[in-house]
């Protein structure tokens, strides 16, 4: 109960940060604020991942704990990449395109939108994270090139739960591939996983390693 009250207030939080724009409002400011709602989505992610950790042995939490603090970093990193390129307000607006597809994913009218943020923002991290987005509700061809799209050109990217866009794109596709019977494709994708990735999450958390180690190829 009390996650689904985080998870509803970051929501609101990001509804009303990012659709409520100040006209003539200067560009020191605008950092601020991105930085400012930066920290409050941190904060309560936090809160969300602590009440999700009682739950797992001692041994597990500090396990889950370090990668987290790895994947955070990364995702940090990434993101600082993105400040250094485009100005706050275009980050606000690249954000605000982001959230349209987050709240109703698989809605045209997500899909209009994040088409936009990749026709103005090509080479951000909320890029990659769209073009994955775009590659789960595909199917057939498209689902593949989208997949095989984010492998190539956004693999160092990241969503804020940790998850890293290159690792996630070769998980689904080397499912797609298994229900296609295409068994030597997905093989080779998740031992790139194990060898590359050995850190890689899913979106509940979960390592994406020990969710294929169990997988029979023959």
């Given at each position: ?10 929501s609101?939080?990001?509804l009303?940060?990012f ?10 400011q605008?950092k601020?604020?991105?930085?400012e709602?930066?920290?409050r989505v941190?904060?309560l ?10 739950a ?5 939490q500090?396990q ?5 603090k ?6 940090n990193?990434?993101w600082?990449?993105d400040?250094?390129?485009y ?8 954000e605000?395109?982001?959230?349209v597809a987050n ?5 045209e009218?997500?899909k209009?939108?994040?088409e936009?943020?990749l026709?103005k ?14 590659a ?8 593949e090139k989208?997949l095989?799209?984010a492998?190539?050109?956004?693999d160092d990217c ?7 866009v290159?690792?996630y794109?070769r ?17 080779t994708?998740?031992?790139?996983i194990l ?5 890689a999450v899913?979106?509940?958390g979960e ?5 294929i180690?169990g997988i029979?190829?023959e």
């Open positions: 109960m009390k996650i689904l009250s985080i998870t509803l207030l970051l609101i939080l990001l009303f940060s659709s409520s724009t100040a006209s003539g409002q200067e560009e020191e605008l601020i604020e991105v930085k709602l930066k920290a941190e904060k992610e936090k809160e969300v991942q602590e009440i999700k950790d009682r797992m042995p001692v041994q597990s500090s889950a704990q370090e990668r987290r790895i994947l955070r970093e990364k995702f990193k990434r600082q990449k400040s250094e390129k100005s706050s307000e275009q980050l606000r607006d690249l605000n395109l982001y959230q709240k109703n994913w698989r809605s009218e997500a209009k939108s994040l936009e943020l026709k923002y090509p080479d951000t991290n909320r890029t990659g994270c769209a073009v994955l987005y775009m789960q509700w595909a199917e057939g061809e498209e689902k989208r095989k799209e492998m190539e050109k956004f990241f969503y804020g739960n940790g998850v890293q290159g690792a794109a998980y689904l596709l080397g499912y797609y591939y298994l229900d296609k019977g295409e068994k030597e494709k997905a093989k994708l998740f031992n790139e060898e590359k990735y050995p850190d899913g979106h509940d390592s994406l390693a020990e969710k180690k029979k190829f």
